[in-house]
């Protein structure tokens, strides 16, 4: 493999750097490079180590044919990830991280740039806050409302409006809600454990774009009170420009540490008188503390409804935690209504599921999204099986419809936490175990359905007893 | 005519096999092509044939080039659709057909894909389910919401959810709604009529595209359960995967034929306990039971409004139903909110609408979408002249504020049947007739907006007496 | 300077020209007009300017090739636009004009065709109408919602549905709302002053395209239902068509002048029975007579919210006022959701923003919407700073989160007029001034958001007593 990999990569470096020139020169690049690509579908560069290589050669390239050629690297990674045969899994590199020194936000790339069939949830965004212990996350607003769920740690934060402040004190599974506009901030008051934090981020000003607005001075971020002219910040604080340099000046990264006494004055702190504009976060719902909805020796689920919790009231958000035992397995079924997206707290295992978009967009057609334009007669729906293994780090995708089984590995249980996306009115639909639908069929339906003896069928579908949760395969 | 069009489309598929070799050519083809069919405009070959030549051209290149060459016959029959200068009607041709042996599924393109102007309604799809006499729909569901209305034949329609499942009595007239997500399945219980229904479809996953999941066993389309792999088949069902196998193998087709006697046992059958979570169907509402809204001897409109059956009200969608008399005409008038998609039960006849929309469309820049961007002067609105034929089998739709009139052939009484997108708050505003908005104006208005004395313009808007409904034209 | 824009202005001519024969050309004109324009940054001529050029020479070049030619003086356009370091502000050349002899329409060009960080307001447009002293303006609807306030002058204008009309006495201030589908018509009743009304517009039917239907007959524009065919209209109206003919083609233009007497007619005409469905304007409000929610000596601010007026609250938009007396400045503050599209009645002075989006889209992958897809590390947040001179006819866009100051003159009181999309529930938020939110931090926040004793921090923090309004910077 290595062989073929090297004079591959080789290859393409070669003809991007013919063909930084003219623009027919770039026309050519654009098919020989496809077809030089697709003759390389077996070489063990991914994707990501192809773009790398791209961008690194437009750094070498004459100024004015950069911006062409670094746009030509990213069109040919998307296109890619178009080829990609599971859009509802991201990993490690679909995340930028934006870095401190004691601490990251690590943000998932756009849905839609991952695959057409995620427009659904575009106007979403999906990212983890993660502080060392005994650290400090400086105050900061976003043009975003963030859903938030925290994974791992403890923690305290507090939320600023004009109207007062409120402070929340965070442990594992804490379900809350920062409102767009609100300045925030958080501590880890764990001497040990990180704090872990998983947001869903719901843009409010450009759909699937927002931003972090650090305020409080610094560098790294720069604080955006330094984007003011001086004569501005003079009049608006009243205090001379070289007090105010200074006051901007002092802080780096935007997780710091913090001593033990600090941490013990600001955990000690009341906090807030807590007024707070109707329909918005008063209070923090901990999904670990629910009954579940369903248990049995194989596993349980636990759900927080939109209307749990005011702050998800608006946004008809919930959340979902599925705890299965090794060696177990889900049953088969699939969510009438809800997007799910989901992490994996702890655990290790794999979800299978069915997906009838994906086999229609094999051909290019519709993987330009006119797959069912026109007159073109559509084959009948195929499936395609889509297989992602389960382990912390991943981020996963079950669309509404789409049967799927969740399995937890042999040696670990799997622990499975979801934002439901579109959560009120959503049935889950078991497909097997003892309350299948099927089982509510008349027997000529049956019959019919499966154009065999209804006994047989019904047979079939009584033989496994268990409900939800059920013994995992095998291997 | 023929003289030009052989060697137009023989030149044309000349220069195509000339064309798949290399990215400059391909360009080369964009400019010639572009340039020929413009050139041929006049030629009778339907943008269908030219599809299909160069569809089965593409067929004939090599390969790795056949992508690339398809795309390109998608791109030029789009192109030619946007040059379409009635975006607002679709025939046949723009329909996709999903085929059994006893029925079919057609669904109309993406309206988007059609043209922009009805980017507003691109959320929703819209199709036809065609089931012959006593045969069986099987059981599938659908990651959308499906709003029905039965055009013609008798059925019953099963909806099975987690929480119970319900049975409705269908006949002509009837509409109900099919939550996304609801496991279905129809019969046709009439011996001789086909059932024919309509649907208004919203996805939920994806704006505008949307699947049918079939889950009973079976081939053509497959069963998804034949997607996971069998391992977890059998952990899931408790069963060996030989008996899967044959269970899973057995029908034929997604619509199958019934014997009297099941047909008989289905209908019989009670149909469910009905438990339904709230904000989803219950009931269906029949439109022919409703009583007309306006009535004379030239015609009768019918109306369900969004609060009139409980499955609507979130949808904010309607239903109109109109029959003109052979010879008569509905008032020229105009929807203030709604956006209509309709289609012809029965008779033939013609709707002429003023379109300002394609009016400032006929520029590429616009077309582009860019017709009023920057500073371009635009010149002052003019409105096209669109009309369509009306015969069973056509869709057209229906834009707000557009004014329009629908005429019945003089041999046939004319019934059009419509979805009303928006329609809650929606009113139809008479332009002539007894009841027309001009007639609300003041004496010096009508005299300023008219630049006539106020009496000839009054005497001319009195005219006419009929409301709604009066006389066609002679012709 | 001039020495350097006309040989570019020319060379770039030339290029076109020699470019419009084949589609290779066509493509390397592409990269060498890039070039071009990108060795031409320095150049006095303005984006407009060079637009024009190229149109005008498009119009010279082959038939067959001009809608190309056209398209890309287009593209172009927009490319430059899309560097465009400012894309908050809009000027004249930002606006579609529609003349009449007495008064005119001009609309902004859509939002997203200005930049992609607009999309979150692209639904909406925006415009004003125009019209002389003791003018009538014809009556005509719309496929759009029009929220509509009077910047200047004196009228009256009339609504009129199928289940109603009425009449709104009009002076500066005033706010009111023409829902979709209504016909409407006005007259300016002042002798001197013209009247200006601005309009926020949603569209109903595609969303940022909307239409005027301008239904009484006349030219320039055309009736409408001059495009319906001549039997259609002789059955519509019982009348023959030489009558019609007549009636249809008196008026010219759509403002039009009416007499002292006409108007006398008119404004005393008592107007309505004002029936209206529920859910849509029933008054109007008038800004100016609220009572101020801050204000001091540098200034005061008014709101209207989306609940105190009916026809608002399903569009959820707001309006504010804010006056600056000359000298003074508004304190730092953002809005925590609403963006605010606003307008400058009178008055002169300049807003500065910190913009981060611009930041990240300063390289071209972001601006291509790719700016944090993928696996690429974004650097730290970084904050652009906007400055927008504000002068009557300037329109500027506030996004949500987005710190800013709005400075007054010094020798001319400035007024701030917006209309606030997604008003409920936002809060300004201020960082400056005696009630800055700083201030709500505890003194160990304070110390490590800041590393610096708490003490110097405060002391910082609470220099500045005044709220909302302060002295602004001396130059």
Known sequence: ??????????????????????????????????????????????????????????????????????????????????????????????????????GRLRILQKFLDRSKFLSGIDKYRFGFLEAEPYTFFVPAHYDADLLCIVLRGRGKVTLLRSKGSESLNLQKGDIYRIPAG??????????????????????????????????????????????????????AFKVNRDRLQEWLGQREGFVVKASEEQIRALSDHAGGKGLWPSGESKRTINILRQRPIHSNKYGEIRDVKPDDLEPFQDLNVGVALANMTQGAMSTMFFNSKSTKICVVPNGEGYIQMACPHLSSSSSEESEQGHGDGGFIDQSNPGYVQVTTRLRPGIVFIAPPGHPLV??????????????????????????????????????????LAFNMPSEEVKSILKSQKKEWFMKGPRS
Request: with cysteine; proline share 5%.
């Open 1 to 102: 493999m290595e062989k073929i990999s090297i004079p591959c990569g080789f290859l393409w470096v070669l003809l991007l750097s013919l063909a930084s020139f003219t623009a027919i020169a770039i026309d050519t690049r654009d098919a020989k490079l496809t077809k030089y690509i697709s003759s390389c579908e077996v070489n063990p560069q991914s994707p990501e180590e192809r773009y790398r290589a791209c961008q690194q050669h437009c750094e070498r390239t004459q100024l004015q044919h950069r911006p062409q050629c670094r746009q030509k690297c990213i069109d040919e990674y998307r296109k890619e990830q178009r080829k990609d045969d599971n859009p509802y899994a991201f990993e490690e590199q679909h995340f930028t991280t934006i870095k401190s020194q004691h």
């Open 182 to 235: 609100t300045t925030v901030y958080l501590i880890n008051i764990d001497k040990r454990e990180k704090v872990e934090i998983a947001w869903l981020i719901q843009p409010i000003s450009t759909p699937g774009e927002f931003k972090e607005f650090f305020g409080a001075g610094g560098e790294n971020p720069k604080s955006f009170l330094k984007t003011f002219s001086p004569e501005l910040l003079e009049a």
């Open 406 to 447: 969740m399995v937890a590995s042999n040696n670990q249980n799997l622990e499975v936490l979801c934002f439901v996306i579109n959560a009120r009115n959503n049935e889950r639909t078991p497909l097997a175990g003892g309350n299948n639908i099927w089982n509510q069929m008349e027997e000529v339906g049956l019959e």
